[in-house]
């Protein structure tokens, strides 16, 4: 028997896929040989645990596999930022969850600190493929941000810091709408599926195309004590379908971000590119978030610089050019 | 046991216990830790629970309205600024019969919408509007079912501290909820009004009541004075919040520091009021924050049990029809609302309810609407009527007693019966609001 | 001698209930804090263009410092939500078995609150050692520890008021039931 939790509801995408992709899948090849059955018991949407409980869910054994959205947890797993703090790279989501990925398994920090919440890492989940800015006036480049106020949440708040006189305003989602449209803010930071579900074109009707970059949110974990339990060709069943899981969802992300911005420019949105020195003008302005992290981590014995290191490469040889080097402040 | 069985089991002993008077976040938090003990047989899960479940729910960011809220409130109601709505209500009601119970009704609405609570409610009404009842003879009973009646407002119209709970339990917006709550509220002071004018009309002696001798109109100014403060404080709550300028933690605060601002430019708040009015509102938040990390215990527990999947089960394989849930829950509500107070009731049926509204496509912000007016009827019946206990209380008048006090309510109950059946079958009476 | 127990018990108890209301002191003035710093974010926000970026952290930590220091004055005033139309009933027919049923509740009570002791304790070790936080790094972080510790000394403190309820009922059981009765107003009020 497996119980997996998620504190998002069912039918969110990444919840969903789980049900019905990663299951079934596993439950397929299980099958094949007949030798192991898994009796899945399926509890999300606050059922068991909230968004942000799901680390602490399968770290004390409420649930036995689950999807944890790290950003809530900077400071549990702070590797797990690497993709947040590496922006104007690739707007691909499945570039950089392969990427992630296989950093965590090359190098042991992630696993570890994941060990240290007694579970074990299975996928990275990319499901959203790039924040873009959304606002009530035309804008290009960050000389328009100065002065203005800018909805968002997460580190990608960081992402103003050089701005002049440029405010992040924190918010949910939920409220970036309402926000726009009494211009509490005059832009707001979200990727073009929530731009869609939220109606944001009514508000605001244009889009700079600033293609931040993808960015890790989700991790597939199990707890270290059910896992220890399972035969191992259950667990090589699981690590497989896991590899698959986080290609499939990468690719819904990216299909459905498609999909969304055609809704947005139908909804009556415009969507501006951002030129090529824009984007290198706001890379430029930004604190060395890369740097930061890697000296975080670098000074808790962990291979931070490396690390960065590593998935630049990663991205270079997918054919990705950084917008900015992350690497050229490294010690 | 099946999970069907735990969950049955479970709800049976805490009604059992909190029945016998245990404190009911204590039964809700013991019944769970040992269902989960019994039914994994792993006493550290269940420490586990308790461990994630405790401090998780307090710090979720939109229960600061919970204190905020109150304190608005409790500075509201000490400035005086609810006996001067019914004041200006009154001069204008005056001559129907009836009269004083209709503006009665329409401050109270007034009112609710500064006020996060009906007890608030109900003690300030019991002491301005009864005494005047009784003054032009009006019958002793109506007169207190008035106020226990209308006091439910106070927990309808936003802002109000169940319309936040439930928000957590279902996970949806508190600022949606608040918006739902608005027609829904007036709705219902409008149906108290029209059943006030019935009884005029048919059963004038149930009513009683002189016509007033002085027609003693207010003055504009003086209606200006008396009504200004309240309606300032509600364009910049339930304004903010409509226009997204400020979340509901946000207009709480903002109305917390414009009521004191009010009260104090009235030289109506002494030092020593003001610390009481600080001293009560930890005093409720921290209870109802305790009920609900019991109450999220509890649901957590159901959970790990299972039920939630197997409820969804059950209602796939029997078909079972909207209406049958409905008369089911209304049934439910009502039965527990003899003995419980409203929280608790949205505690303990939303958990197990939820997962049998959610597949079938219904909006949760409306579920939430019938969820909170239907546990609220609880606070008129007997024998654990909050409201009337509260009016009983304050009103300190030995010619009223207990049982006059639930016999008025009745009626007013019955009429809340009405709306919340209303309410089930026309939802866009709750959610036409929203976009 | 079984006397001179209970004084000293009493006394005790008198200790226990007066922390109570230092910490109840404390968690009033959080009360207060909230208000501020919620409306110092809307004006600096709205007016300044300089929104405070630990907002919700800040409110967050006031929260469980609101209901956790006031929580052992709650127990200790008896307003723990509860329904206690059965004892009343009890209460003048069968004084002694009311007693007991009494002293059974509060036991259970401080049992419950003596496992959330037990279940925070570590918690609280593990955040001190690992120096964990919530909120954004480079925006505002507050650290965990403190929020288990006051976790972990309220629950301990309601317990132990809990604990001396049930040895004490014997006592002064005539003066709770009074003080109940005086309160049934403000403690139904405490129901919203
Ligand atoms: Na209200
Ligand atoms: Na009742």
């Known amino acids: 028997k497996a119980v997996v939790i998620d504190g998002y509801p069912a039918k969110s995408m990444w919840v969903d896929e789980f049900s019905n992709f990663f299951i079934p899948e596993v439950n397929e090849r299980l099958a094949k040989t007949n030798n192991y059955k898994i009796d899945w018991q399926e509890s999300y949407g606050g059922t068991i645990v909230k968004p942000k409980g799901v680390l602490d869910g399968i770290k004390l054994g409420l649930g036995d596999i689950g999807i944890v959205t790290t950003i809530f947890h900077n400071s549990k797993l702070p590797s797990q930022s690497l993709a947040g703090v590496t922006p104007f790279i690739s707007a691909d989501a499945r570039v950089v969850a392969k990427a992630i990925d296989e950093i965590t398994k090359e190098f042991p920090t992630m696993e570890k600190e994941f060990a240290r919440q007694k579970q074990v890492y299975l996928a990275t989940g990319v499901v959203l493929d790039t924040y873009q800015i959304f606002s009530k006036e035309r804008i290009e480049s960050i000389k328009d941000l100065e002065g203005s106020k800018v909805a968002g949440a997460g580190i990608i708040l960081r992402y103003l810091d050089g701005i002049e006189n440029a405010a992040g305003v ?4 939920t409220d970036f709408y309402n926000m726009v449209s009494t211009g509490l803010v005059d832009h707001a930071m979200l990727w073009p599926e929530a731009a869609e579900t939220f109606k944001i074109a009514e508000v605001a009707p244009f889009m700079l195309k600033a293609d931040f970059g993808a960015v890790n949110t989700k991790t597939v974990t199990t707890n270290s004590r059910f896992w220890k339990k399972l035969p191992s060709e259950v667990k090589q069943v699981i690590q497989e379908v896991a590899i698959e899981y986080r290609d499939h969802v990468a690719n819904i992300a990216m299909n459905r971000a498609k999909k969304s911005l055609d809704a947005y420019i139908a909804a009556g949105g415009t969507v501006v590119t951002m030129s090529q020195e824009a984007r290198k003008e706001w890379a430029d302005s930004m604190p060395d978030l890369a740097a930061e992290w890697a000296e975080g981590l670098d000074k808790k014995g962990e291979p931070g610089t490396e690390m960065l290191r590593a998935y630049m490469a990663k991205l270079k040889a997918a054919g990705f050019t950084p917008t900015r080097d992350w690497t050229a402040g490294l010690k | 046991m099946s999970p069907i069985e735990i969950g049955v089991i479970s709800v049976i002993a805490i009604i059992v216990l909190v029945y016998l008077g245990l404190y009911i976040p204590v039964a809700l938090g013991v019944v769970s830790f040992v269902s989960i003990w019994l039914m994994r047989d792993d006493f550290e899960l269940s420490m586990n629970l308790l461990k994630i479940a405790v401090g998780d729910s307090v710090m979720e960011y939109t229960f600061a309205t919970v204190p905020l809220f109150t304190f608005m409130g409790l500075i509201v109601s000490k400035a005086g600024m609810g006996a001067d709505i019914y004041e200006v209500m009154n001069s204008g009601f005056k001559k129907v019969k009836g009269g004083i119970g209709m503006a009665t009704v329409g401050a109270n609405a007034v009112f609710a919408a500064v006020t996060g609570s009906s007890i608030a409610s109900a003690s300030v009404f019991a002491k301005v509007s009864v005494p005047e009842m009784l003054k032009y003879d009006y019958n002793p009973r109506f ?42 509220g007036i709705l219902l002071a409008a149906a108290y009004i029209a059943a006030i004018w019935l009884m005029g009309k048919f059963i004038p002696k ?45 207009a709480g605060a903002a109305g917390a520091a414009v009521g004191l601002i009010i009260a104090l430019i009235r030289g109506k708040m002494s030092l020593k009021s003001f610390w009481e009015a600080l001293i009560e509102t930890g005093h409720i938040t921290a209870s109802i924050l305790f009920l609900i990390t019991a109450a999220s215990i509890y649901s957590r527990m159901l959970g790990l049990a299972g039920l939630p999947n197997e409820l969804a089960l059950i209602l796939e394989q029997n078909q079972m029809s909207f209406m049958m849930i409905m008369v089911i829950y209304v049934c439910l509500m009502l039965f527990l609302g003899t003995l419980l107070d409203t929280s608790s009731i949205i505690l303990i049926v939303v958990p ?79 959610i036409g609001i929203l976009h | 001698m079984s006397n001179l127990l209970l004084q000293g018990v009493s006394k005790l108890s008198k200790i226990a209930n007066s922390v109570a209301v230092i910490t109840n002191t404390v968690g009033t003035l959080m009360v207060l804090c ?68 009494r002293r059974f509740i509060d036991s259970v009570s401080a049992i419950l609150m003596a496992l959330i002791a037990i279940a925070i304790w570590p918690e609280f070790v593990e955040m001190l050692e690992t120096k964990d936080y919530f909120g954004i790094p480079g925006v505002f972080t507050a650290p965990w520890w403190p929020i288990k510790l006051v976790i972990f000394l309220s629950a301990s403190l309601c317990s132990l008021i809990f604990i001396f309820k049930v040895i004490l009922a014997a006592t002064n059981i005539q003066l709770i039931r009074m003080d109940e009765m005086k309160d049934k107003a403000i403690s139904a009020g405490e129901k919203l």
Not at chain 2, 222 to 249: C, D, M, N, R
Not at chain 2, 391 to 409: E, N, Q, T, Y
């Open chain 1, 170 to 173: 924190r918010g949910g989602l």
């Open chain 2, 352 to 430: 197990l309810f939820l997962p049998l509204i959610e597949p079938m496509g219904l909006s949760l912000v409306w579920f939430g609407i019938i969820t909170v007016i239907g546990a609220e009827i609880g606070l008129l019946t007997p024998p654990l009527g909050i409201s009337c206990f509260v009016i009983k209380a304050s009103l300190d008048d030995d010619r009223i007693s207990l049982k006059d006090v639930f016999m008025g309510s009745l009626p007013f109950a019955f009429v809340m019966l009405v709306v919340l059946i209303l309410l089930i079958n026309y939802p866009v009476l709750s």
């Open chain 3, 34 to 101: 909230l208000v501020l710093v919620v409306d110092y974010d809307v004006i600096a926000r709205g007016a300044f263009n300089k929104p405070f970026g630990g907002a919700v952290e800040v409110v967050q930590f006031t929260m469980v410092l609101i209901v956790f220091l006031q929580l052992p004055d709650v127990v200790r005033v008896n307003r723990l939500t509860r329904s206690d139309g059965f004892l009343a009933i009890m209460q003048p027919r069968f004084p002694n078995v009311t007693m007991w049923v």
């Open chain 2, 206 to 250: 149930y009513v009683g009541g002189k016509p007033a001798t002085e027609y003693e109109w207010m003055s504009f100014k003086e209606i200006f004075s008396k009504t200004a403060p309240l309606v300032s404080l509600i364009t910049i709550v339930l304004g903010g919040i409509y226009t997204g300028w400020l979340t509901p933690v946000e």
């Open chain 2, 143 to 184: 007169a207190v079912g008035v106020v226990a009646g209308s006091s439910v407002l106070g927990m309808i119209i936003p802002p109000s501290a169940m319309l936040i709970i439930y928000s957590f339990v279902a996970e949806q917006s508190v600022g949606e909820m608040f918006l739902a709550g608005v027609v829904p």
